[in-house]
């Protein structure tokens, strides 16, 4: 496919306006380019072919099975799309009175309730934008929670699982926290030895997904609890994994203090790529006074901003947070109602459905039911046949599937992290199956087609450590003659136009 300026004509135009009629202003000469910009020129229609043509290279949710594990990748209903449509909401202004925005507050305080009892927890703030965001919001809120009892300068860790996110470690640190790791057991729960051995006064709380990143529900999650309650600190729940027991079981009864939603996983958002997500904190009464402003409350039959919170850690985002996923996720949850749970019910059936499947050909680190998601390891293949996670992930898109999401969880070697959802039915379920167990057998019989692959997507295998480091974002290699005798480079340019 041809760049848009190698298309490019001159003299061609996109748009063909009247000739203005208006007298010509005078731009001052210091003001003016001394040469016209390189814009591509091109009719409207091949404008508009090649921007299709690009669009039909994305692969997404609507295109096919995305199995990426930890994002849940769901089908986004179209209902909702409806729904964030209606004039009430698309045309509102973060500025509008109040009294003129009665239903979208009335929605907000609605989801907050939702989320509370999803949660089991007493008190919500919507503002955080994102979990990450989250997750910086809950420590905050620990920090004045302590602070406000004269702990504050005491209790300066934060213990996570060496399963965690990235985001948590990233989180404690710039919360100015100290960070305390605690090692997974055989069974893949917390080591509780090592876990006692990392808890003291000097402990503000735990960070901790559950089910974790290997799809694992912590077997001791209410010893857990107690350990910390005891110690006098708070439990923090990373809700990215909420998918998997909504309606079954909840953060606030397995002593979890606070938690955040991952709004565009769980409660269905078009993600990835970068937005728009949602991040709710939802806390227990005693941490409520510490929540952003402004916060969202009822008054009898009306709704308002309050902004009168003395205690509360300010705001975290720009005015209330992110309107369009609120409305989303809240229709997503009414239209499940109170059969919400057989979302999550169906997630850790399609996932066990696929463990059972693929366990013979593939390593399986910790043998037990999974949650909605679960961890593979490719170690055997890499040991018998040389081929990694990443070679089986690169040909599973010559197969016309998302990768999951690999090398992640770090305690798992050559990891293979598996969420179908609960969106996917059983045949789609099976072709994802089959190509993994045609991949098992490639690697045995035809290795060098895997370490080839991808051979049939427009991009080939690039050097990812090159794309990322040394990115090439302009067009042509006389602009970078540094870079014009490097082999790797030339193939990854090559690439980039889609040779
Ligand atoms: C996605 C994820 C996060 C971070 O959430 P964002 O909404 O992407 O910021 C944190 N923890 C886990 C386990 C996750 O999967």
């Not at 769901?74 to 698309?90: C, D, I, S």
């Not at 990233?170 to 100015?176: E, N, Y």
């Not at 169906?346 to 679960?374: G, K, Q, W």
């Not at 305690?411 to 190509?435: G, H, N, Q, S, Y």
């Amino acid at each position: 496919m041809k760049l848009i300026y190698e298309q490019s004509r001159p003299g061609r135009r996109a748009s063909s306006l009247p000739r203005y009629d208006l007298p010509p202003v005078e731009v001052p000469p210091e003001l003016r380019r001394e040469e016209a910009p390189r814009l591509p020129e091109l009719s409207e229609p091949e404008l508009v072919r090649h921007f299709t043509a690009l669009s039909t290279r994305n692969f997404g949710i609507d295109t096919g099975f995305y199995p990426l594990g930890s994002c849940t990748m769901k089908h986004n209903p179209r209902v909702n799309e409806r729904v964030v449509a209606l004039p009430g909401f698309k045309d509102l202004h973060p500025h509008q009175e109040e009294e003129s925005a009665q239903g979208a507050l009335e929605l907000m305080w609605r989801l907050q309730e939702i989320l509370q009892e999803i949660s089991g927890l007493d008190a919500c703030s919507l503002q955080p934008a994102a979990g990450s965001q989250g997750e910086l919001t809950g420590l905050m809120l620990m920090r004045a929670y302590f602070e406000d009892r004269g702990e504050g300068a005491r209790r300066d860790t934060i213990v996570t699982a060496d399963t965690a996110h990235g985001t948590n470690p990233a989180s404690v640190t710039m919360a100015g926290y100290k960070l305390a790791k605690v090692a997974t057991d055989a069974r893949g729960n917390l080591d509780l030895d090592d876990l006692r051995s990392k808890v003291n006064e000097r402990t503000a709380g735990l960070m901790l997904t559950n089910p974790s990143t290997l799809g694992l529900f912590d077997e001791h999650i209410v010893e857990v609890a107690k350990i910390f309650h005891e110690a006098g600190s708070l439990l923090y729940y990373d809700g990215a994994n909420l998918n998997a027991v909504c309606g079954i079981s909840r953060p606030g009864d397995m002593g979890f203090d606070i938690v955040h939603i991952n709004l565009h996983k769980t409660f269905s958002q078009p993600h990835g790529g970068g937005g728009p997500g949602g991040g709710p904190v939802v806390v227990r009464e005693t941490l409520e006074p510490y929540l952003p402003v402004p916060a969202v409350v009822r008054d009898g039959d009306s709704f308002r901003l309050d902004y009168d919170r003395p205690k509360s850690i300010g705001k975290v985002r720009g005015f209330t947070g992110p309107f369009g996923v609120f409305v989303r996720s809240y229709a997503y949850i009414r239209s499940y109602g109170p059969g919400l749970r057989e979302m999550s019910e169906i997630a850790v059936l399609n996932a066990n459905y696929l463990l059972a499947r693929l366990r013979d050909a593939y390593e399986l680190p910790y043998d037990r039911l999974c949650m909605h998601e679960f961890v593979l390891s490719a170690r055997s293949l890499k040991r018998e046949h040389g081929i990694t996670a990443l070679d089986v992930a690169k040909r599973l898109m010559d197969y016309g599937f998302h990768p999951p999401t690999v090398y992640f969880p770090l305690v798992v070697p050559e990891a293979l992290m598996i969420e179908p959802t609960e969106t996917e039915p059983k045949e789609r379920l099976d072709a994802f199956c089959d190509a993994m167990l045609a991949i098992a057998r490639e690697a045995a019989e035809s290795p060098e087609l895997l370490k080839e692959a991808p051979i049939s997507r427009p991009v080939r295998r690039l050097d990812e450590v090159k794309a990322a480091k040394r990115a090439i974002v302009t067009y042509g290699f006389d602009e970078h003659p540094d870079l014009a005798g490097e082999e790797s480079s030339g193939r990854q340019l090559e690439a980039q136009k889609g040779a």
